[in-house]
């Protein structure tokens, strides 16, 4: 049996299995504060990021990207600290937002969260706490030991109170890890340095203290051996007595030497010390007693962080192979394992009682009986009180107890008893009733509130029960302590608390008989009932039939009451309800109508029976909510009707739900029914449905009833929102019926709806004595012609005078059209003009007139209004035309008038007289129309002056383009005229500036010559002289210089650019060269005339630094390099010397740059040019006066200087250089180039760069230098990025030695890692093979295994291999390569110890086909082994079928438990084979599972016996008994035939085997087989037998016992039948008695009276249909 665990190990996560990559799982990149998160910190490309694995989702990891250098999670929510350097910040990752930031002063060495809501911060100095909560920082706690300043921090612990502060590192000396720590007391503000590796803070309350003591562990590894102590930090508490330090040995494994303490975790619910080691081993310490219960190994990879695991009290944590474990105390087994494994009864014991686990039960009784016998009471009492799980907590000990005689003058042993369980803890059922049964007694009840409040007592019903005869609050107090519902609620009735009843009820989820309670109520107390009833329907579910409840206020006649409830019950209005809702109106109709209007408006139902509410609304005179429910047509129109007794809104409102036929019939009713009382109602009905019911519908209903009133109040109110042309046209015929003409006039005058020539002809047939509008509607719609005629035919002249007058006045020119159209007279006409006095449009009036040749009808009117002081243009226009057609002092009237419209006018003159027109157009500006006057008539000359005159650009454009014929005559009139008279010079600016937009030069340099050159006043106008040069550039650049050289007042620097944009250079230059510009005209030379040479003589005459800067320019750019470093240098520029530096380096003139830079570093200290003058030293190989140079104060970029030479393989100035700058990097590499290779290593160990270190080897391996590339290499090989390059360097030039030799000696190196254990092994693999194994064997836990798998494979090193997969748990692969490589790889015992591992289960038949192949003779060892998880079945086929059954005999046998039916007929055979007839009878009486007729067929034809008679039993055994007596037959099985048909109980197997032994002769057999089948046998039958065969003798002591056994049976039949008599006589019939019964439980058998029967109408509620009445079947209770 295996030994029983004290631990319980689980596995819980595979960190791999969920994307972590396995480089990231480490001390410095994985962080677990609680159980509850991992964070991972792993870098994905160039990106970071953390993975947050929340361990109760650990399949669906978090991922962010970040920046930081660490992350902890907070212990118990989703919130992370980052650090990034110095700068902390806390962020919530459910809320998406940054809690705290902080940026340290010192770097951060290593932190942790030592509760939810603080982070402790460790520096190279000092120890921070930062709250997470409030705006606070950091705040420093204490200053570091020098013991920890060489020390890696691996943790940081507080106390519980955070009043001590412990901060752990390790360092390593002498071949050692040494762990240091520091104690510090916030009170005393003291710190202590000890040596130690983990620790951790407890609390613990010894036995016999008050309060718990606080106490520090910590484990230590030391020269010595390993120590745990166990020590009280603080004072201790008052009262309390001090904890007794502990310090204890802690055992290494020999193979362990190097082990140390990592981690601590202490269970707070087993007060057990977790410590993990560094090698995996879990050690578990009693924390009382300092006692080692358990140490084991966990783990082959270092644990190197935990977490307490809150779930099991136990401790969490990650190993580097990135599993997450976790080791609790097995409650069931530790207690066994301490009394048997530890042999310490006396701590199994103290762990038992004090954390209350099983399996000490036993120790306990055995303690508890042997005080008990004793006679220490005291000391029993105490035992029975601390033992676990209440196991002497019983009736029985209770009962020992009272048994105990009080000694006078001594406290009761009971009463000891139950002091001390008053004093541990809570007294169970048994113990409470115990006890205050005899507090009762001496009515001592307050003691029983006391226990109570401090909850020593456990309630129950028993409890309650025993309390209630004294005080029955005090019942209830313990009934809702022990959750009895029932007694609870009739507490809370007896007592009158009624209103607690439902919530309770609710809260303990207990249904009682609420109608019941509710009936009872109500007879007490009505008010508390109905508050108890509203109650009951508080929830969304009642608690009781509402039914049932209205039944009960019903009865009670509460009908004001019953409605509150039912308002508030039914307030959800579900379907459900409706009947109720029926009932609840229905009783308020019948009793307050106005109650139940009050609900219906609140519209609180919509469930309930609508017809019957609307029947009853009816007759209780709501006709409003009747009609409300009203459904049907005639209903509603029975009702409608009554509108006096209706509110005439709402009713409106009302016909809003009716269809629109239903609308118009309940309207046509109410008409017919009373017009003039409904009609206004009618009205509203129709305004405000209109749309719906049709506007035709409702115009046709009023006309139908003739009703002109009704349809002009309909009309009225929808005709100034309608469209429609019959509505208006409706209203104005509704309008004239009803003699509303002033509605008339204003639908007329502002409706745009109806048909004009309809209402028209309407208005004159319908004879108005008023004509204002038809006027209106003849004015508005444009029919005043046809006005007219009808006015002046039917001698309605007034209103003719009335429109123009009042009406329309700008309408009197159509008038005076109209009458002229009639031969009006003219006196009339003009007396009507006049009367209309300038209210009127004069051009319409002269049009009309003009158009029927009788213009000088106005004459006399338009002078008049001259005379008034008219301005108005239309009637100086008609004067105008009057006054030419005359030709009347016409010139003079256009010259001097100034209100005609020039247009107009001028239009007017064109044919008649020209110079009138330009005389009209001129004085209005009119331009367009003057020039085609001019143009036409040749009138060029005034023209012209008009042009120049005008200063109009846009008109000098138009006459001025080249498709004007006339430009040519209208030009020579300008030069020759216009200009000539004018002395403005604006007029000349405007001119010239036409002349240029119109792109006219030649005629433009003729006109300038004359003004500028022939010495008129504006001959040094300083515009014109560089308009003509500027001309003469553009048309004729033969001029230029002439005018160049004559002129002197222009803009000379403006001018030789324009000469310069024109290519004229030598202008340009001759222009700069007059005015001096000598930087712009040495530019020109150079530029545009590109002669350096003239350029260069230029400049010496000039002697101009600017001149010789621009020249130094130029040659630069010419590739003159030389001649343009001696231009700048005469300059003295040195502005320009990054350009010069650049083209003097490319052309290799460095003799000439070191004199240009010497030039300007004496101008200007600029880091450029000093850095580039350093280059050109080394270029010229000047290196005494380079380091002369970088010997003293300069701003030189040495180091770039130094690369450049460096790149460009000038190696020596490199070194002067790179030694300046101390860049040791670049100096190693440099030497290494020059050949000094023992400076090369010395220059890389002070740059200390892996890149360097790297040159450097590679640059020695190549020149053979393998000792100083060993001394690099050793620098390298630590970081595992760069070993492979390295690795393949050697390889590719063939230094195998060297290379393993160099890895052999970084074994020992403190930063070994993996890849060099991995490398080194995999060229052992390649290039030594006889050195793998012994590798292996030493690092296989630091290689990675599956790169060194597929190198050993290649290799074909099997025996490695196996080893690799045996470590890395791939069993299958290992068992796999044993079986294909057997000669080398496979070895018995590591084969059967692997093979029992692997997952496939294939690779097991595998197996036992290959040791059937190599090693038959251990194939029954390895079945035994892997007989738990084989398939027998299919093993015993496999042989089978290959034939060598016989071979697993053995393991056949050992699996023949289970049954299997192929094992058993497999084995069943291979007996029949070797004829082992007593193996093959055992195994098929103790297996029976296979074929049992195919086994009997089969062995009742075998030649030996026994084997047939095992067939016959066979066939017994299936219930085959005839086949079984006849096959025992045949054998002669004489004692056999008998059992097997003495067992079969039928009777004819029985009868035919006396047959046949009647038959054989075989008396003896008949008379035995009569005894055996005795019951089987009829007596009629054997003894016809024995008469028939003469062997009466054999048969008579057959015959004998069955004569007896029938007398013996008719014996007792005769004694039962007389005692049945006796019986019958003595029983009377006696009268049923029955037991009385309570009612609230009689039976559906007993009887019952009748409930009162109620009267129809009882409470004023009427009868029902469909309830039964009194006198009817149904009316009383039963079913």
């Not at 474990?325 to 409650?331: D, F």
């Not at 040479?1093 to 040659?1115: G, H, I, P, T």
């Not at 004692?1535 to 006396?1554: G, H, P, Q, W």
Request: glycine share 4%; hydrophobic share 40%; charged share 25%.
């Amino acid at each position: 049996m295996s030994q029983l665990l004290p631990i319980r190990f689980q596995e819980h996560l595979q960190l791999t299995a969920v994307g972590i990559n396995a480089a990231n799982i480490g001390f410095s990149s994985l962080t677990m504060e609680s159980d509850k998160f991992i964070c991972v910190r792993e870098k994905v490309g160039d990106t970071s990021q953390v993975v947050i694995i929340d361990m109760n989702d650990s399949s669906n990891p978090i991922r962010r990207p970040i920046t930081a250098d660490s992350a902890i999670m907070n212990p118990a929510s989703k919130v992370i600290a980052l650090k990034a350097g110095r700068t902390l910040q806390i962020f919530n990752i459910e809320m998406k937002s940054k809690v705290k930031a902080t940026t340290m002063n010192e770097d951060v060495v290593f932190w942790k969260w030592i509760n939810v809501n603080t982070l402790g911060l460790v520096t190279e100095a000092s120890v921070y706490h930062w709250s997470m909560e409030g705006d606070s920082q950091p705040t420093k706690m204490f200053d570091r030991h020098s013991s920890l300043s060489a020390c890696q921090i691996i943790n940081y612990r507080v106390s519980h109170d955070l009043k001590w502060l412990l901060v752990v590192g390790i360092s390593a000396q002498q071949n050692r890890v040494v762990g240091a720590m520091q104690l510090y007391s916030v009170e005393r503000k003291v710190s202590q340095p000890i040596e130690g590796h983990a620790a951790a803070f407890a609390q613990f309350k010894s036995p016999g203290n008050a309060e718990p003591s606080n106490l520090f562990t910590f484990g230590v590894r030391g020269t010595a051996g390993g120590k745990l102590h166990i020590i009280e930090v603080g004072s201790p508490a008052a009262g309390n007595q001090p904890f007794a330090k502990k310090a204890v040995d802690v055992f290494f494994p020999p193979e362990a030497q190097n082990d140390f303490p990592v981690a601590m975790q202490i269970s707070t619910k087993y007060d057990i010390i977790y410590m993990v080691t560094k090698y995996g081993y879990i050690h578990l310490y009693d924390l009382e007693t300092g006692t080692c219960i358990y140490m084991n190994r966990i783990s082959a990879e270092t644990i190197f962080v935990t977490a307490p695991y809150e779930p099991t009290s136990g401790i969490i944590g990650v190993n580097r192979k990135g599993q997450v474990l976790s080791v609790t105390v097995e409650e069931e087994n530790i207690i066994q394992y301490i009394t048997n494994s530890l042999n310490n009864a006396d701590l199994a014991l103290r762990i038992a009682s004090r954390n209350n686990l099983p399996g000490a039960e036993d120790l306990f009784v055995r303690k508890f009986n042997a005080l008990f016998q004793s006679g220490n009471y005291s000391e029993a009492a105490k035992a029975a009180a601390q033992a676990p799980k209440g196991i002497l907590r019983t009736p029985q000990t209770i009962q020992r107890f009272q048994q105990v005689p009080t000694q006078p003058g001594q406290t009761s042993p009971l009463l000891q008893y139950f002091g001390i369980l008053l004093d541990q803890g809570q007294l169970n059922k048994y113990e409470s009733l115990e006890l205050c049964r005899p507090v009762l007694q001496q009515g001592r009840k307050q003691l029983i509130e006391k226990w109570l409040k401090e909850e020593k007592l456990e309630c129950s019903e028993e409890l309650g029960d025993l309390v209630k005869t004294t005080d029955p609050t005090l019942a209830l107090s313990v009934y809702l302590r022990a959750n009895v519902p029932n007694k609870v609620i009739q507490c809370f009735a007896e007592t009158g608390q009624f209103q607690k009843i439902i919530l309770y009820a609710k809260k303990v989820n207990f249904t009682p008989d609420y109608v019941f309670l509710l009936r009872n109520i109500m007879r007490i107390n009505p008010e508390q009932g109905t508050q108890f009833a509203q109650m009951m329907v508080s929830d969304d579910e009642p608690m009781a039939d509402i039914n049932q409840i209205v039944d009960v206020f019903m009865e009670a006649n509460m009908i004001q009451q019953c409605t509150a409830f039912l308002l508030d019950a039914l307030k959800n209005n579900r379907p459900s309800e409706g009947a109720l809702q029926t009932r609840l109106l229905e009783m308020n109709l019948m009793h307050a109508p106005q109650v139940a209007d009050a609900i219906m408006g609140n519209q609180m139902f919509t469930h309930y029976d609508r017809p019957h509410v609307a029947q009853l609304c009816e007759k209780a005179g709501l006709l409003q909510r009747a009609l409300e429910h009203y459904t049907d047509l005639y209903d509603i129109k029975r009702a409608v009707v009554h509108t006096h007794m209706l509110n005439a809104e709402w009713l409106v409102n009302y016909f809003g739900s009716l269809s629109v036929e239903d609308s118009l019939e309940c309207i046509k009713a109410m008409l017919q029914a009373n017009l003039r009382q409904n009609l206004q109602v009618c009205v509203q009905i129709a305004t405000k449905y209109h749309e719906q019911l049709g506007t035709n519908a409702i115009i046709e209903l009023f006309e139908t009833f003739k009703s002109f009133e009704g349809l002009f109040y309909f009309l009225g109110s929808i005709v100034n929102f309608s469209q429609e042309a019959d509505v208006h046209f409706k209203y104005i015929q509704a309008a004239c019926k009803t003699g509303q003409i002033k509605e008339v006039e204003r639908i007329c005058r502002e409706s745009n709806c109806y048909d004009a020539e309809r209402v028209k002809n309407f208005l004159k047939e319908a004879k108005l004595t008023d004509q204002l509008p038809l006027i209106i509607v003849c004015d508005r719609f444009d029919f005043v012609h046809d006005l007219v005629l009808y006015l002046y035919r039917n001698n309605l002249q007034k209103y003719i005078e009335i429109y123009v007058q009042k009406v329309n006045p700008s309408r009197l020119p159509v008038v005076i059209g109209g009458l002229l159209d009639v031969d009006c007279s003219e006196d009339i006409i003009k007396q009507l003009i006049l009367v209309v006095k300038g209210q009127f449009s004069t051009d319409e009036l002269v049009e009309e007139v003009e158009k029927r040749n009788r213009l000088k009808l106005l004459l006399p009117w338009l002078e008049t209004r001259i005379h008034e002081g008219s301005t108005e243009p239309a009637t100086h226009n008609a004067l105008a035309k009057i006054y030419i057609d005359s030709n009347n002092k016409q010139e003079r009237f256009l010259k001097e008038n100034q209100f005609y419209d020039s247009r107009v006018v001028g239009k007017y003159c064109e044919k008649r007289d020209p110079h009138l027109a330009f005389v009209a157009y001129e004085r209005g500006q009119c331009d367009m129309e003057l020039v085609k006057v001019c143009n036409e008539n040749s009138l060029f000359k005034s023209e012209s002056r008009y042009l120049v005159a005008r200063r109009d650009p846009d008109l000098w454009a138009e006459v001025l383009n080249p498709e004007n014929e006339y430009r040519r005559q209208l030009i020579d009139q300008v030069v020759q005229t216009a200009l000539s008279e004018t002395q403005d010079p604006e007029d000349i600016s405007v001119t010239v500036k036409a002349f240029m937009t119109a792109d006219l030069p030649n005629e433009l340099i003729e006109l300038l010559e004359k003004i500028v050159l022939d010495g008129t006043a504006f001959s040094e106008h300083r515009n014109l002289q560089n308009l003509l040069i500027l001309t003469a550039i553009k048309a004729d650049r033969s001029r230029v210089m002439e005018y160049i050289n004559r002129l002197d007042n222009y803009d000379a620097p403006d001018i030789a650019n324009i000469a310069i944009t024109s290519e004229l250079y030598e202008e340009a230059f001759a222009i700069f060269k007059k005015f001096e510009v000598n930087t712009s005209a040495i530019q020109v030379l150079i530029d545009h005339v590109a002669n350096l040479d003239r350029a260069y003589e230029f400049a010496e005459r000039c002697n101009d630094d600017a001149v010789w800067s621009l020249l130094a320019r130029a040659q630069l750019k010419e590739g003159l390099v030389k001649e343009a470093i001696d231009s700048y240098i005469k300059a003295s520029d040195p502005s320009q010397y990054m350009e010069v530096v650049q083209i003097a380096q490319n052309s290799d003139n460095w003799e000439e740059l070191v004199k240009y830079l010497q030039m300007a570093r004496s101008k200007a200290r600029e880091t450029y040019v000093e850095t580039e003058l350093i280059f050109a030293y080394a270029k010229t190989n000047r290196l005494a006066d380079l380091e002369e140079f970088i010997s003293g104060p300069n701003h030189a970029n040495i180091t770039s200087v130094a690369d450049r030479c460096f790149d460009q393989q000038m190696y020596e100035p490199a070194k002067l250089l790179y030694n300046n700058v101390s860049n040791f990097a670049r100096l190693a590499i440099t030497l290494v180039h020059l050949g000094e290779y023992q400076g090369a290593v010395d220059s890389a160990r002070k740059a200390n760069s892996t890149r360097t270190w790297k040159e450097v080897c590679f640059a020695c391996v190549d020149h053979e230098e393998f000792r100083l590339a060993q001394m690099c290499g050793l620098h390298i090989v630590v970081h595992a990025d760069e070993l492979e390059e390295l690795i393949n360097y050697y390889q590719d030039r063939g230094h195998f030695e060297e290379l393993i030799t160099m890895l052999e000696a970084a074994l020992g190196l403190e930063r070994a890692h993996m890849g060099m254990f991995t490398e080194l092994a995999i060229l052992y693999s390649k290039y030594k093979p006889q050195k793998m194994r012994e590798h292996l064997e030493l690092f296989w836990s630091r290689v990675n295994i599956p790169k060194v798998l597929r190198a050993a494979e290649q290799a074909h090193l099997w025996s490695e291999l196996v080893f690799l997969y045996d470590k890395y748990e791939e069993y299958d692969n290992a068992v796999l390569t044993m079986m294909k490589h057997p000669s080398i790889a496979w070895r018995e015992n590591h084969f059967k110890d692997i093979i029992t591992k692997v997952a496939n289960i294939e690779i097991y038949y595998k197996g036992l086909q290959f040791y059937v192949d190599f090693k038959p003779l251990l194939l029954n060892d390895l079945l035994l082994v892997l007989s738990p998880r084989l398939d027998h079945t299919r093993a015993v086929a496999m042989f089978l079928k290959n034939g060598h059954i016989a071979l697993i005999k053995p393991y056949m046998r050992s699996v023949q438990n289970n049954n299997n039916k192929t094992v058993n007929e497999a084995l069943n055979n291979l007996l029949i084979e070797e004829e082992d007839h007593q193996g093959l009878k055992a195994s098929i009486e103790a297996f029976d599972n296979f074929d049992n007729i195919g086994l009997a067929q089969k062995l009742e034809k075998h030649e030996l016996l026994e084997f047939r008679r095992i067939a016959a039993f066979l066939y017994k055994g299936n219930n085959r008994w005839k086949q079984s007596v006849e096959l025992c037959k045949r054998d002669k099985l004489y004692k056999d035939c008998m059992t097997y048909a003495a067992e079969s109980r039928n009777v004819d197997i029985a009868e035919e085997l006396i047959d046949w032994f009647l038959e054989e002769k075989n008396y003896e057999c008949f008379a035995a087989c009569l005894y055996t089948c005795y019951d089987l046998l009829r007596p009629d039958v054997v003894l016809e037998l024995a008469w028939r065969n003469n062997i009466i003798d054999f048969a008579m002591p057959y015959m004998i016992n069955t004569m007896r056994e029938f007398g013996s049976r008719l014996d007792k039949l005769e004694q039962a039948e007389t005692v049945r008599t006796e019986n019958e006589e003595e029983t009377q019939p006696q009268p049923m008695l029955m037991a009385p019964q309570l009612m609230l439980t009689a039976g559906p058998g007993v009887a019952m009276p009748p409930p009162q029967a109620m009267p129809p109408g009882a409470y004023g509620v009427p009868p029902q249909p469909g309830f039964p009445q009194p006198g009817y079947p149904g009316g009383g209770y039963g079913m």
